[in-house]
T-cell receptor
């Protein structure tokens, strides 16, 4: 059973455009939501994370929007660049648990 | 090196062979995790260590999978009698945790590059 559902599976965006990736969860005990970026042949690396006490967090071109009532959160990449081309994973964690539950990933391609 | 390292990076095994995958976490990181990443999927949790203690092994898919961290630093994931369904990338991650405290919410997990296991 997939704890975190992610869409789309793949995304193609023109340089300078906005990339949007969506995730949804069911477990209301989740209270930490990180996004990871993974390049081919590399391990995932933390990009940005949010806790459910805020509805938005912005770091540079990357923004997480969080909707607690809908149990959804999304990653927005503004002014997308070819260097952003990678696979993005949303994840969730709950207090008292050690591990992360990952989504299935979105492969982003930014076309020059 | 500053990051998590894993070896070998690639491993090809014949069905039925035993394999051992190594993880060197970031120095000083108390918590260590193993994840399995199937092709086109997100990482799935296998097991967690705090120092040398294996506190959670709920994600290990079968008793053919065994992990250890005898001195609280390097960890080895062993898979006995490998099967084709074991083919995946095995990721190791470590995180800093305060002494005598389990990995907590929000402790950043730093991932290694993974070992790609192919079972023929």
């Amino acid at each position: 059973q997939q704890q975190v559902k992610q869409s789309p599976q793949s995304l193609i965006v023109q340089k300078g455009g906005i990339s949007i990736i969506n995730c949804a969860y069911e477990n209301t005990a989740f209270d930490y939501f990180p996004w990871y970026q993974q390049f081919p042949g590399k391990g995932p690396a933390l990009l940005i994370a949010i806790r459910p006490d805020v509805s938005e967090k912005k770091e540079g071109r990357f923004t997480i929007s969080f909707n607690k009532s809908a149990k959804q959160f999304s990653l927005h990449i503004m002014d997308s660049q070819p260097g952003d081309s990678a696979t993005y994973f949303c994840a969730a964690q709950q207090t008292g648990a050690n591990n992360l539950f990952f989504g299935t990933g979105t492969r982003l391609t930014v076309i020059p | 090196g500053a990051g998590v390292s894993q070896s070998p990076r690639y491993k090809v095994a014949k069905r039925g062979q035993d394999v051992a995958l190594r993880c060197d976490p970031i120095s000083g990181h108390v918590s260590l995790f193993w994840y399995q990443q199937a092709l086109g999927q997100g990482p799935e949790f296998l097991t967690y260590f705090q120092n040398e203690a294996q506190l959670d092994k709920s994600g290990l898919p079968s008793d053919r999978f065994f992990a250890e961290r005898p001195e609280g630093s390097v960890s080895t994931l062993k898979i006995q009698r490998t099967q084709q369904e074991d083919s995946a990338v095995y990721l190791c991650a470590s995180s800093f945790s305060l002494p005598d405290r389990e990995a907590a919410l929000g402790d950043e997990q730093f991932f290694g590059p993974g070992t790609r296991l192919t079972v023929l």
